[in-house]
């Protein structure tokens, strides 16, 4: 296990070092920004659908996956459920489009890191994930084509977590994860000025907006299998958050500054800062819902709906006129599918793979345009290290389109490439000898 352990914190170091921005996204200037998938990779390659639930993988959307029945195989002989390790990354490319300019970004980003203890009838489990990602740059043109206003924002809200799952009895689980959200948003923007030659002014005034954001929400979850048939499993699961707010301290700075032939600022000075009032931002409340039917270890497909009352979030102290916010709601629909995963020849055979489709209606309305969001994916779950622990590596493709075009909004296709390391042992396995 120390092991398994070692090999996560090189991962983990390793995207670290290698990140960039997690978003490059125009839409994450909205808001809180960009709202992080929250879930896993094998979730994720399944069109976001999180209904299935099994002993051997981590699930993040619902706590009741925490607790589980005992594993029947002989490495665990019937006795437990494994500890189960898991981190992920994510590399984004997307392509923006408006009525006159187009435009490529890459972003590369951590996902998550999770750990799942069973003890008993019990399953505690926590981890760290991105829960919002800011990273963008808006210019803005006149009809001339010349700059007026360059914005630019970066920052973001992390989570960490920590829950309980229960197993009520062999068919009905439940859970509750502790969030505890924590980051901040920095916005920047300078309205270009030019001399009546059409020269840049030489000195340019910018206005710096920062948000430091904290605060607890909960997510409660349910789980339920059932056989139907002597093949065939029901499962259904929901999960509820409850409406939150998170504290919000604010400061904004105004700088003068110089600006090179790019319009990227090379001097600075004459600073003045300002602190504004400290708010309260609301945390929409959420209630997600789903169901699915298979075959174990075999095939399964299931949907899943997603409500969230978007329209309740306010952000008190950076109105914007030209956006309000509606009702949310999401629909995916996905499954796998393993050709033999006892097989003791013919590695593929044991492959996990993977697919799904969603569609999202994100909340956010620019220019009374609502912004809505398409997503095709992919994934495959490669087995890894000794076939008793079922241990994985999981990768997974999404590619999609967010936005529009019209009303000289900006629309994205992105693709997106996830990988995740999926880890079993045994708890605290007793040594013998002979």
Not at 428 to 434: T, V
Request: charged letters at 20%; glycine letters at 10%; hydrophobic letters at 35%.
């Amino acid at each position: 296990m120390i092991k398994r352990f070692i090999v996560i914190c090189i991962t983990i170091i390793s995207s670290a070092a290698f990140a960039q921005q997690g978003t490059g996204s125009p839409y994450s200037f909205y808001g809180i920004g960009s709202l992080k998938f929250k879930g896993t990779v094998e979730n994720r390659s399944m069109g976001g659908m999180s209904v299935y639930l099994d002993s051997i993988h981590l699930n993040l959307s619902n706590p009741a996956s925490y607790a589980g029945k005992n594993l029947e195989s002989s490495n665990f002989r019937g006795e437990s459920r494994p500890v189960k390790f898991s981190v992920a990354g994510t590399t984004s490319s997307s392509t923006l489009r408006s009525d006159s300019e187009k435009a490529n970004t890459n972003s590369t980003i951590f996902d998550y890191l999770a750990l799942s203890v069973p003890v008993g009838k019990f399953g505690f489990g926590f981890g760290l994930m991105p829960y919002t990602s800011v990273g963008y740059r808006l210019d803005d043109v006149n009809d001339d084509d010349v700059l007026v206003n360059r914005f630019n924002g970066e920052g973001g809200i992390n989570r960490v977590f920590a829950g309980l799952g229960y197993q009520v009895n062999d068919k009905l689980s439940i859970g509750v994860d502790f969030n505890y959200n924590f980051g901040n948003i920095q916005n920047t923007a300078i309205e270009v000025a030019y001399t009546s030659e059409g020269d840049v002014v030489q000195y340019q005034t910018r206005q710096f907006n920062r948000s430091d954001l904290r605060g607890l929400n909960l997510n409660f979850g349910v789980a339920y299998k059932t056989k139907i048939t002597d093949k065939l499993e029901l499962s259904a699961t929901a999960t509820y958050t409850p409406e939150s707010k998170l504290n919000s301290e604010n400061i904004r700075r105004f700088s003068t500054v110089t600006l090179d032939t790019d319009y990227e600022v090379i001097g600075l000075s004459n600073t003045i800062e300002s602190d504004l009032e400290d708010t309260k931002l609301t945390l929409p409340s959420k209630f997600t819902i789903g169901v699915g039917i298979g075959q174990p270890k075999s095939w399964f497909v299931g949907t899943e709906y997603t409500f969230q009352s978007t329209s309740d979030f306010s952000n008190p102290v950076f109105p914007n006129v030209a956006t309000t916010f509606e009702n949310s709601s999401e629909i995916s629909l996905g499954g796998f599918y393993i050709p033999n995963y006892n097989a003791f020849s013919g590695y593929f055979k044991r492959v996990v793979y993977r697919a799904g489709i969603k569609y999202e209606n994100t909340g956010l309305v620019i220019k009374d345009e609502p912004i809505n969001e398409f997503g095709i994916s992919f994934g495959l779950g490669l087995p890894v290290g000794p076939r008793n622990l079922f241990s994985n590596a999981n990768f997974g493709f999404e590619f999609g389109r967010r936005g529009t075009r019209e009303q000289n909004l900006i629309l994205e296709n992105f693709v997106n490439f996830n990988v995740s390391l999926s880890l079993n042992s045994r708890w605290f396995e007793q040594k013998k000898y002979y």
